[in-house]
């Protein structure tokens, strides 16, 4: 599903976020990505979405090589690739359901099963009664969680997550990540950037870990090591 070949990125010359990473995550696992604040978490889950490049090595997702696929054929790939961001994005001209509906409507999908998966969406993050909401009247929480819905909307291969519960409350964070987990288990490529130890323990299978842009691969049995 994922493969990094030995990569490197970097924005300014001499100063790599990213140094010589090489792992794999197969089809079907749930992976937390660890490290510190500025460690390299963000960077490294925006080059598996294609949203940027790397500067050296290769990168392969769900089977494509990202700097073989042509401009026209990227859109393509995100498709079966749900992200969700520190910056939710949301679009404030617009109701909640509406939010979680963009993905499908980018697709041509017809608006009543459209609007059919966003209800069902929004009932698995808990906002099944703020369809009709701007998300301006939303708290910070919550419009996480509708960033959430969105990115679950289209029923990713594989989904990303950037401390999707940084904003969250412990139950509210529990939550989200049985949410996670659920998609996981039937079949969804899971990949979530945390420093939250104790969701790690509770929902990882493996861990990888990024600090000062080195790298080490956990298994879920010496999660106590973190």
């Keep these: 599903m994922i493969e990094f070949n030995h990569v490197f990125k970097s924005y300014t010359a001499n100063q790599p976020i990213l140094e010589d990473i090489s792992f794999k995550v197969n089809a079907g696992e749930f992976v937390f990505v660890a490290g510190p604040s500025g460690a390299g978490k963000s960077t490294l889950l925006k080059l598996v979405a294609g949203l940027e490049a790397c500067t050296q090595g290769t990168i392969e997702v769900n089977g494509q090589r990202l700097d073989q696929i042509s401009a026209r054929a990227k859109p393509y790939l995100r498709r079966a ?48 009664d703020k369809e009709r909401t701007n998300p301006l009247a939303l708290s910070g929480g919550e419009q996480q969680r509708l960033a959430i819905a969105r990115a679950i909307v ?13 904003n969250l409350d412990r139950d509210t964070a529990r939550r989200v990540m049985t949410v996670f987990r659920d998609f996981n288990q039937v079949g969804v490529t899971t990949l979530v950037a945390t420093h939250d130890e104790t969701l790690m323990q509770e929902f990882a299978h493996r861990v990888l870990i990024i600090e000062r842009g080195q790298f080490q691969d956990f298994p879920v049995r010496r999660q106590a090591q973190l």
């Design 81 to 128: 690739v749900g992200v969700i961001l520190q910056d939710t994005h949301l679009l404030y001209d617009r109701t909640a359901i509406e939010n979680v509906m963009l993905p499908l409507a980018v697709i041509a999908q017809p608006r009543s099963i459209a609007m059919s998966r966003a209800r069902a969406a929004l009932q698995k993050v808990g906002l099944a």
């Design 154 to 166: 289209n029923r990713p291969a594989l989904l990303i997550a950037d401390e999707p519960t940084a």
